[in-house]
Structures are given as structure tokens and as C-alpha cells.
């Protein structure tokens, strides 16, 4: 995987693409730039040579081609001429600019695509573990935030940065040719400004990092609020997630004022500086002027090209200050852009059909205090169906996860093979698209039914949609809808009832038609006689496919050809449910209470 050791190795790696916009910008830029300087001497000449009567300080190609069309006194007689040469030059910079403005926004507007692109992509890839340790308001706002940081730097401050240089050069370049101590006075206050810059560029870097964090958990705090609306309004807390959402927002609010404060102090003390530089041209030019080292033209070209300097200067201030923003931005996507996506190992191949077998299987979560799953030794034939019951935490779930390789065994701690070969050696898109898997909180996108059902599958046609839904038993409550299949269904499912999502999921993997069905809980949310028929169905349609059951309702298993117990991360008991019946353990215990009509769950057991 590619690293960015850099920042600048990332921003140059998100300018691919668009380049050439940004250097075609610079260089009309630079022609607009250079066109503006040309106004002041304009202005020079006309008060010092066509007003008065000194000689002509323009240069000799210039002086020339005015003499081809009847010289100074033809100046002097069509004042007009003048107009029209300034309006001309006037228009070409208005040109120049124009093909500036739009190069450089189709630069940003494809630079920022691409950045979006690329940590999209890259975020797709990363590992299910990193997902739980960053949280999604997080993500997001570095996704959207952080990158309009770094647009408007690229965009706008960079731009403004190299636009500045330029006019420094060329203003200082004019104003040295017409009278170089009075520039110099000019000059000095330039590197002044850029020195304060500097050290307000420290402050105002951790005073932005630290709002940039606190914006990444008010955008949690909202983000977690709109997906969990429901419980809100359930458990009557909508005022205090307001309280906790202005609390945050106050203090958020708190850095920013800091931030702002910082700024204010700045722009204070830039004004002073551009003040002060404006007083040592007016002395310095009046003073040369007196001694009639500087005529009254080239003052006022002096002071044109001075004001041409002040907006610049301080910008340049600006641009310093706000790379510290833009640096702390790029660093928060150096972050995601650098962690280590799934990869494969160097000839991983295709799952083959077989035995799944877990060999001594140990894990323990990163930072847990102790392993979830215990030598776990089971093997499940294929096409064969195995039940997993087992209390809250036992590590279920953890198993299937391992399986799907959304958790990563550590060296030593067991081998997890599929017909024999190690799933270390299965590529991951080949062992996810082979084994189906309907989790524990089935997801629905904001989607119609039909796109739900249909998009884990390739050149699905309705028929298929129809056919997966009645397997799952949500094709007479699809119907019953208004628009059908065609109902749209609200963010993570909101509009359907918790069976109705999870009978959605359901059709959603059997559509696809994998060799390995995993059913993670996918029946809780479902009574008992629609449990009943969708096991049937099931059974009945999934051929040779090897099926495993994880469930806390014993009828919902009891069926499978191979039931184990899970407590405390180890297999406690182990058989068919006849078997398990005899053995009059933990298995037996559940079942009597459930069959009793006593409202038990797996977790309650001990």
C-alpha cells in the first residue's frame, strides 16, 4: 500500500489530474499581473512627458512605436489615444483574469473530486476494526470539513500565495526602476509582515487543531442523534441529548472565539504595519521629490504601486496563517490515507467448497482483559446445517466474524480453514461473496425494497427479488405496501418494523445464493410462526449450502444437524438436539424454560 510520508507527498498525490488547470491559471495569473503594473507608468508618463515636459522614462520599443503615430505632441492633441491604450490594457487583464478564475476553479472542483474519491475508496478498504476505534462523525467531518480546508488553501491561499509573489516582484521590479531608495522603504516592511505572520501562524495552527477535533465530536454527537431519533423520542430524552448537543456546541463554540480572538489581534497589528509602510513612501517620495530626485509623476506611480502592494502584503499574512488550518486538515487525512488497508496474502485464491473446521481458535479483543473465544475446536461439514446458542458475550458472533476475516486471528492463537486450505490463503472478496451473512443489526439503505434486496446480488432481475423475498417471508408484507417493492424504505431501515428489516436482510443474502449461509440473531425481531416458516423455506431452497444458525430461541436451532453451546468463550455442549436433551445441561435447562412459555433469552442462563 502506498504511504505519505508527507504532507506535501499527499497534496501532490490529490493534484493528479489537476495540475495543469492550476499551472495554465498561474501563468494567465501572472500575464493579468503584469498588465497591472503597466497602468501606473502609464500614469507616470503622462503627468511627467505629456503634461510637463520631461523626457519619456518609458522604455526605448515603447518610446518608438509612440513616435510611429505622430509622438508626445500627438499625444498631447488626441488625449483620447491615451484612454483607449489604458482601456485596452485594461480589458486584455480583465481577459487574462477570466481565463485565471476559470482554470483555476475546474483546478479545485477536480482536485477536491479526486480527494473525495480517493478517501472514499480508501475508507471502503480499511479493516472492520479500524471502523470501531474512529467514530463516523469523526470520519465524516474530516471527509467534508478537512477537505474544504484544504480545497480553499489550494484554491484560494496557495493561488493567492504564488499571485502575491508575483506582484511583490513585478511591483517591486517597476518601483526600483523608477527610484530605488524610496522602494527599499517600501520593501523593508514586506519581510516585517511576513515575520509577524509567522508567529501567529503557531498560534492560530493549535488553536484550529484543537476546534477541528471538538467539530469532529459535536458532528458524533448529531450524527448518532438523526440515526437514533427513535430511542430519543422512546425513552423521552430529547432534552437532554439537547443539553449534551449545546454543551458541546458551547464549547466547540469556545475554541473558535479563541481562534477568532487570535485573528482579531493579528489583522490589528497587519493594519498597523500596512500603515506604517504607506508613511514611509509618503516621506521618502515627498522628501525626493523636494530634492528633484523623483519627479511628480513617478511619485504618483510609486504611490499607485504601493497600494498595488498593500492588499497583497497583507494577504501574504493571511495565506501564512492559514496554511497552519490547512496543515493540521491535511495531516487529519494523512491519518486515514496512511492506515493499513485489508490486503491479501501474495497468492490468496478463490474459496474452494468443503468443510469449514476451526482449529484451537483463541481471541481477544484489542485492549480486551481477556480472550472472548477458548480453543475453539468444531468442524461443520458442508451442506450441513449447525446451531450456535449461547448468553450474551460468548463470542457467537465473534466466531462468525473471524470467519468472514472482519477480525484477524493472531499468530498462534488457532487456523481457520475451508476445504482444507487456510482462509489466510482465500482472497477476501471471494470468502465474503461466499459466505452470505445476515448480522445481528441488519442495515437497510435509504433505498426502495426491490434496490435493498437486489444489491448484494449481480444482474438481478425481479423475478429473483421476488423469489428471495418469499423465501425470507416479507413478500405478502412487501405487497401489502402501497408502491410494493417500489417503497422507499427511510435511513437504516427507519420505516420498516424490526422483523420487517431483518426478513429484508435475509432476502437480501439468499439472493445471491451462497455456498455458506451465516444467520447471526436475523430471526429475534420475528414471532415464533414466522420463525418456523422461514427455517422451512430455507431449508427447502438452499440445496447443498452449508447453513449456521446463531440464535437465543431454541426452536429457531433445534432443528440443525450439529447444535453447540457456547458459555464464557468455550463449547460447553455439543450435539443434536436429542442428544443435547439427554444430556440434561445448560441446553436442556433453556429449552424446558422457553417450552414453558417463560420469556427466556440465552443471556439470562448461567
Given at each position: 500500500?502506498?504511504?505519505?510520508p508527507?504532507?506535501?507527498?499527499l497534496?501532490?498525490?490529490?493534484l493528479?489530474?489537476s495540475?495543469?488547470f492550476f499551472a495554465?491559471s498561474m501563468?494567465?495569473?501572472?500575464?493579468a499581473?503584469?498588465?497591472?503594473?503597466?497602468n501606473?507608468?502609464i500614469?507616470?508618463?503622462?503627468v511627467?512627458?505629456?503634461?510637463g515636459?520631461?523626457?519619456?522614462?518609458l522604455?526605448?520599443a515603447v518610446?518608438r512605436?509612440?513616435?510611429?503615430f505622430g509622438?508626445i505632441?500627438a499625444?498631447?492633441?488626441?488625449?483620447f489615444?491615451?484612454?483607449?491604450?489604458?482601456?485596452?490594457i485594461?480589458l486584455l487583464?480583465?481577459?487574462?483574469?477570466?481565463?485565471?478564475?476559470?482554470?483555476?476553479?475546474r483546478g479545485?472542483?477536480?482536485?477536491?473530486?479526486r480527494?473525495?474519491d480517493?478517501?472514499?475508496a480508501?475508507?471502503?478498504?480499511?479493516?472492520?476494526?479500524?471502523h470501531?476505534?474512529?467514530s463516523?462523525?469523526?470520519i465524516?467531518?474530516?471527509c467534508?470539513?478537512?477537505?474544504?480546508t484544504i480545497?480553499?488553501?489550494?484554491?484560494e491561499?496557495?493561488?493567492?500565495?504564488?499571485?502575491t509573489v508575483?506582484m511583490?516582484?513585478l511591483a517591486?521590479?517597476f518601483?526600483?526602476?523608477i527610484?530605488?531608495?524610496?522602494?527599499?522603504?517600501?520593501a523593508?516592511?514586506?519581510?516585517?509582515i511576513?515575520?509577524?505572520?509567522?508567529?501567529?501562524?503557531v498560534?492560530?495552527?493549535?488553536?484550529?487543531?484543537?476546534?477541528?477535533?471538538?467539530e469532529?465530536v459535536?458532528?458524533?454527537?448529531?450524527q448518532?442523534?438523526?440515526t437514533?431519533?427513535?430511542?430519543?423520542?422512546?425513552f423521552g430524552r430529547?432534552?437532554?441529548?439537547?443539553?449534551?448537543f449545546e454543551?458541546?456546541?458551547?464549547y466547540?463554540?469556545?475554541?473558535?472565539?479563541?481562534l477568532?480572538?487570535?485573528?482579531s489581534?493579528?489583522?490589528?497589528?497587519?493594519d498597523v504595519?500596512?500603515g506604517?509602510?504607506v508613511?514611509?513612501?509618503l516621506?521618502?517620495?515627498?522628501?525626493?521629490?523636494?530634492?528633484?530626485t523623483?519627479?511628480a509623476?513617478?511619485?504618483?506611480?510609486?504611490?499607485?504601486?504601493n497600494?498595488?502592494?498593500m492588499?497583497p502584503v497583507?494577504?501574504?499574512g493571511?495565506?501564512?496563517?492559514?496554511?497552519s488550518?490547512?496543515?493540521?486538515?491535511?495531516?487529519?487525512?494523512?491519518?486515514?490515507?496512511n492506515s493499513?488497508?485489508?490486503?491479501?496474502?501474495?497468492?490468496?485464491g478463490?474459496?474452494p467448497?468443503?468443510?469449514?473446521?476451526?482449529e484451537?481458535?483463541s481471541?481477544?479483543?484489542?485492549?480486551?482483559?481477556g480472550?472472548?473465544l477458548?480453543s475453539i475446536?468444531?468442524?461443520i461439514p458442508?451442506?450441513?446445517t449447525l446451531g450456535?446458542l449461547?448468553?450474551?458475550g460468548?463470542g457467537?458472533?465473534?466466531?462468525?466474524?473471524l470467519?468472514?476475516?472482519?477480525y484477524?486471528l493472531?499468530?498462534g492463537?488457532?487456523?481457520i480453514?475451508?476445504?482444507?486450505?487456510?482462509i489466510q490463503d482465500?482472497?477476501?472478496?471471494?470468502?465474503?461473496?461466499k459466505?452470505?451473512?445476515?448480522?445481528?443489526?441488519?442495515?437497510?439503505f435509504?433505498?426502495?425494497?426491490?434496490?435493498?434486496i437486489?444489491?448484494?446480488?449481480q444482474?438481478?432481475?425481479?423475478k429473483?427479488?421476488?423469489?428471495?423475498?418469499?423465501?425470507?417471508s416479507?413478500?405478502?408484507?412487501?405487497?401489502?405496501?402501497?408502491?410494493?417493492?417500489?417503497?422507499?424504505?427511510?435511513?437504516?431501515?427507519?420505516?420498516l418494523?424490526?422483523?420487517?428489516?431483518q426478513?429484508t436482510a435475509?432476502?437480501q443474502m439468499l439472493?445471491?445464493?451462497?455456498p455458506?449461509?451465516?444467520f447471526d440473531?436475523s430471526l429475534?425481531a420475528?414471532?415464533?410462526?414466522t420463525?418456523m416458516?422461514?427455517?422451512?423455506?430455507?431449508?427447502e431452497n438452499?440445496?447443498?449450502?452449508?447453513v449456521i444458525?446463531?440464535a437465543?430461541?431454541i426452536?429457531?436451532?433445534?432443528?440443525?444437524?450439529?447444535?453447540?453451546?457456547?458459555?464464557?468463550?468455550?463449547?460447553r455442549?455439543?450435539?443434536?438436539?436429542e442428544e443435547?436433551m439427554?444430556?440434561?445441561?445448560?441446553y436442556?435447562?433453556i429449552?424446558?424454560?422457553?417450552?414453558?412459555?417463560?420469556?427466556v433469552?440465552?443471556s439470562?442462563?448461567?
Open positions: 500500500m502506498k504511504k505519505y508527507t504532507k506535501i507527498k497534496i501532490l498525490h490529490f493528479e489530474g495540475k495543469r495554465l501563468l494567465f495569473a501572472v500575464l499581473s503584469l498588465l497591472d503594473m503597466v501606473p507608468r500614469i507616470s508618463f503622462v511627467d512627458s505629456v503634461i515636459d520631461k523626457a519619456s522614462s522604455p526605448a518610446n512605436f509612440i513616435e510611429r509622438g505632441p499625444l498631447r492633441e488626441h488625449p489615444l491615451i484612454a483607449f491604450g489604458t482601456c485596452g485594461g487583464a480583465a481577459l487574462f483574469r477570466y481565463f485565471f478564475r476559470t482554470g483555476n476553479a479545485a472542483e477536480t482536485f477536491v473530486r480527494m473525495r480517493e478517501l472514499f480508501h475508507i471502503m478498504y480499511l479493516p472492520y476494526k479500524w470501531g476505534e474512529n463516523t462523525g469523526d465524516i467531518q474530516r467534508t470539513s478537512d477537505v474544504q480545497k480553499r488553501f489550494v484554491s491561499q496557495l493561488v493567492q500565495l504564488f499571485r508575483i511583490i516582484v517591486v521590479y518601483m526600483a526602476r527610484h530605488f531608495r524610496v522602494m527599499l522603504g517600501s523593508l516592511m514586506i519581510p516585517v511576513v515575520i509577524f505572520s509567522l508567529i501567529f501562524h498560534k492560530i495552527g493549535e488553536a484550529f487543531e484543537k476546534a477541528d477535533v471538538e469532529g459535536l458532528s458524533s454527537i448529531v448518532e442523534n438523526l437514533g431519533v427513535r430511542v430519543v423520542r422512546a430529547e432534552v437532554f441529548e439537547r443539553g449534551r454543551k458541546q456546541n458551547e466547540y463554540t469556545g475554541f473558535w472565539i479563541d477568532m480572538r487570535i485573528g489581534v493579528y489583522w490589528s497589528f497587519a504595519l500596512i506604517l509602510q508613511l514611509f513612501i516621506i521618502l517620495g515627498s522628501n525626493a521629490c523636494i530634492r528633484g523623483l519627479t509623476g513617478g511619485f504618483i506611480a510609486m504611490l499607485s504601486y497600494m498595488m502592494l492588499w497583507r494577504q501574504l493571511r495565506v501564512i496563517s492559514e496554511m488550518k490547512a496543515g493540521i486538515s491535511i495531516e487529519r487525512l494523512r491519518y486515514i490515507m493499513d488497508l485489508e490486503e491479501d496474502r501474495e497468492g490468496a478463490e474459496m467448497a468443503g468443510d469449514i473446521v476451526f484451537n481458535v481471541y481477544t479483543y484489542p485492549g480486551g482483559t480472550p472472548v477458548r475446536n468444531l468442524t458442508k451442506g450441513s450456535i449461547g448468553s450474551t460468548s457467537k458472533s465473534t466466531l462468525m466474524y470467519l468472514l476475516r472482519l484477524e493472531d499468530p492463537n488457532g487456523r480453514s475451508v476445504g482444507g486450505v487456510d482465500i482472497r477476501r472478496e471471494s470468502l465474503r461473496e459466505i452470505g451473512t445476515v448480522l445481528q443489526e441488519p442495515y437497510l435509504s433505498r426502495t425494497l426491490a434496490e435493498n437486489g444489491m448484494a446480488g444482474s438481478v432481475e425481479m429473483d427479488i421476488q423469489e428471495a423475498a418469499r423465501i425470507a416479507i413478500d405478502d408484507a412487501i405487497e401489502s405496501f402501497t408502491n410494493g417493492y417500489r417503497t422507499f424504505v427511510g435511513e437504516r431501515g427507519v420505516t418494523s424490526g422483523g420487517q428489516k426478513r435475509i432476502a439472493i445471491r445464493k451462497p455458506v449461509m451465516v440473531d429475534s420475528v414471532d415464533a410462526e420463525d416458516k422461514i427455517r422451512h423455506a430455507i431449508r438452499t440445496g447443498e449450502s452449508t444458525l446463531i437465543h430461541r426452536t429457531t436451532i433445534m432443528n440443525a444437524d450439529h447444535i453447540i453451546v457456547l458459555d464464557q468463550g468455550k463449547i455442549e455439543q450435539g443434536t438436539h443435547l439427554e444430556q440434561g445441561g445448560l436442556r435447562k429449552y424446558d424454560l422457553q417450552t414453558a412459555g417463560v420469556d433469552t440465552a439470562t442462563y448461567s
